[in-house]
Nanobody, 121 residues
């Protein structure tokens, strides 16, 4: 059974930091592209960052220089380090696994339940 379980969300003031984690199981984690996506109320889900099986990653323009995606294939865990957070980063954050190296959510197959990030000004 495929499982993706996010953790690390919470409430933080603007310019603060959070580190999200996503524990994966039930599939061959190291062979999948892994991504972080987010969805704010009333908005479509959007790609934040995607990483390949190694260290190469792509980022949405709105998080470049602030967020860093990484993965530990030995621990089947995905991370998102978020620095210099802004109120507009407030959203539910999801991790996902897929076969396409792109930021579009429709290319991803497996999804977690999400973790809420709230940034206050």
């Amino acid at each position: 059974q495929v499982q993706l379980v996010e953790s690390g969300g919470g409430s933080v003031q603007a310019e603060g930091s959070l580190r999200l984690s996503c524990a994966a199981s039930g599939f061959t984690y190291s062979t999948y592209y892994m991504g972080w996506f987010r969805q704010a109320p009333g908005k479509e889900r959007e790609g934040v960052a995607v990483i390949d099986s190694g260290d190469s990653a792509i980022y949405a323009d709105f998080v470049k220089g602030r967020f860093t995606i990484s993965r530990d294939n030995a621990k089947n865990t995905l991370y998102l380090q978020m620095n210099s957070l802004k109120p507009e980063d407030t959203a539910m954050y999801f991790c996902a696994a897929g076969r396409v190296y792109w930021l579009r959510p429709e290319h991803f197959t497996y999804w977690g339940q999400g973790t809420q990030v709230t940034v206050s000004s």
